[in-house]
């Protein structure tokens, strides 16, 4: 990689302002990296900062409202890596590729840890600290891991950290896989409910172990910062039963920065509607359910629902 073109992308920043120089390296998929970019707007903007954002070519698009709200903000575009495990032009945000492709996206990305390191080592103001999304842990040292829930951090650290592992019929998708004691409610999980990137974890597997060393990566960070709120998950964000890292809830994130609404692309209901159709409900009544940026109803499902997606 070329770093002085690198460095030549870093516009608007002072390298010579005395600041923390902050890197944030956001994963490549919808509900990933809005999030992200949503801290990233948040430190930019605090004034005691300098914040760089480091994307592959095909997302820098992506950051075109952020950068518009934070001219501070510095981006460093890298070319997007070549892997044995992917076809060429397969794309290079998640949304554009099938869910086996994406089991090789995750370490395929890794590659960008060599290019990454070339521009630092080239910066006159070099990088304090890295935040980066879970899936990048390979993004070290001196980092932040950031990731959306509390409980899912406590829950994530577990069983990747131990690796739990069906007793009975394999293909017994009910199955209770694990019960999590120590967190509020005791709550419990079967196989089916697990993440499916943990469910398709083989031992042994050069992919899986690849995933999953860049997961242990993550939770060896010296914080882990969620998009998260004392009033949401009280409980959850007790020291007790978080992993061995500072967790640090800085949410809700999504009105960081002045045009945030223009971030994820157009919506598919205009924002001031929703509080209006939720008024015509007694209260209590709502359920809010998220399917996750990677899914989409079918046209028969979109057609006869009685709610709206969010």
């Known amino acids: 990689m070329d770093t002085q073109a690198a460095a030549e992308t870093l516009e608007g920043v002072d390298h010579g302002n005395g600041k923390p120089h902050i890197l944030v390296v956001p994963f490549p998929a919808q509900g990933h990296m809005l999030?992200?970019?949503?801290?990233?707007?948040?430190?930019?903007t605090s004034g005691e900062l300098m914040v760089t954002v480091a994307v592959t070519a095909g997302n820098a698009v992506l950051l075109d409202p952020l950068r518009a709200s934070c001219p501070s903000m510095g981006v460093v575009t890298?070319?997007?890596?070549?892997?044995p495990l992917l076809p060429a032009g397969c794309?290079?945000?998640?949304?554009?590729?099938?869910?086996?492709?994406?089991?090789?996206?995750l370490p395929s990305l890794a590659a960008l840890r060599a290019p990454l390191l070339s521009w630092c080592r080239a910066q006159r103001h070099r990088?304090?600290?890295?935040?980066?999304?879970?899936f990048m842990g390979w993004a070290r040292p001196r980092r932040i891991w950031a990731h959306g829930t509390a409980l899912y951090v406590a829950m994530a650290c577990h069983?990747?950290?131990?690796?739990?592992?069906?007793?009975?019929?394999?293909?017994?998708?009910?199955?209770?896989?694990i019960v999590f004691p120590n967190l509020p409610g005791a709550p419990s999980f079967a196989w089916r409910q697990l993440s499916a990137i943990y469910r398709n974890h083989k031992d042994g597997d050069k992919v899986s172990e690849a995933i999953r060393q860049i997961l242990l990566w993550s939770f060896g960070s010296e914080y882990i910062v969620v998009n998260s709120f004392m009033a949401l998950e009280a409980g959850y964000l007790e020291p007790q039963n978080l992993a061995e890292p500072r967790v640090l809830?800085?949410?809700?994130?999504?009105?960081?920065?002045?045009?945030?609404?223009?971030?994820?692309g157009k919506p598919s209901v205009?924002?001031?509607?929703?509080?209006?159709?939720?008024?015509?409900?007694?209260?209590?009544?709502?359920?809010?359910?998220?399917?996750?940026t990677q899914h989409a109803l079918s046209k028969k499902q979109d057609h006869n629902r009685p709610f709206i997606v969010l």
Do not use: C, Q
């Open 35 to 44: 999030a992200l970019l949503d801290l990233a707007a948040l430190l930019a």
């Open 91 to 105: 794309g290079e945000n998640t949304k554009d590729l099938p869910f086996h492709l994406f089991l090789m996206f």
């Open 249 to 264: 809830a800085v949410g809700p994130l999504s009105e960081a920065w002045a045009n945030s609404g223009d971030r994820g």
């Open 78 to 83: 890298l070319p997007f890596p070549s892997s």
């Open 127 to 134: 990088v304090t600290g890295i935040v980066s999304d879970m």
């Open 159 to 177: 069983l990747w950290s131990h690796m739990r592992r069906r007793t009975n019929n394999i293909d017994d998708d009910d199955e209770l896989a």
């Open 270 to 292: 205009p924002a001031s509607t929703v509080p209006t159709w939720l008024d015509a409900f007694n209260t209590g009544s709502v359920v809010y359910v998220n399917f996750g």
